[in-house]
């Protein structure tokens, strides 16, 4: 009896996880774990130039080069070759008499094998 009640409240709660991913506009089928690992690409003049079947992420903080290997894969339906990560530091900034800190952040270059391509626009 208790375990049908349990059964219960995980299917109702696994229900109501799913309408949370639909308001947030995720697409169906997607992990939303995956979208919180991978911030954005990077769409600067240098990762865009040395392409090389290369593709630059902005990333989580704490996450590490085998998840976000499952994420590229997952998110993009890509083979990954090879991931590089890069951790950026905060840089002194000053305006005025006011002095502070820019956030550091992670970058993952991805290089993705033979064939493979993601379209970022």
Do not use: C
């Amino acid at each position: 009896m208790l375990f049908g009640k349990k059964k219960k409240k995980i299917e109702e709660e696994s229900k109501e996880a799913e309408k949370k991913e639909a308001k947030l506009g995720l697409p169906e089928g997607k992990d939303p774990r995956f979208y919180k690992i991978i911030e954005k690409p990077v769409q600067t003049e240098k990762a865009v130039a040395s392409r090389q079947n290369k593709y630059v992420f902005k990333v989580w903080r704490k996450t590490n080069k085998i998840e976000v290997r499952k994420a590229v894969e997952k998110l993009y339906e890509v083979k990954v070759k090879d991931v590089k990560i890069i951790n950026t530091f905060g840089k002194k900034r000053q305006v005025g008499r006011l002095k502070g800190w820019k956030p550091g952040f992670k970058k993952a270059v991805v290089t993705l094998e033979k064939g493979h391509t993601i379209a970022i626009t």
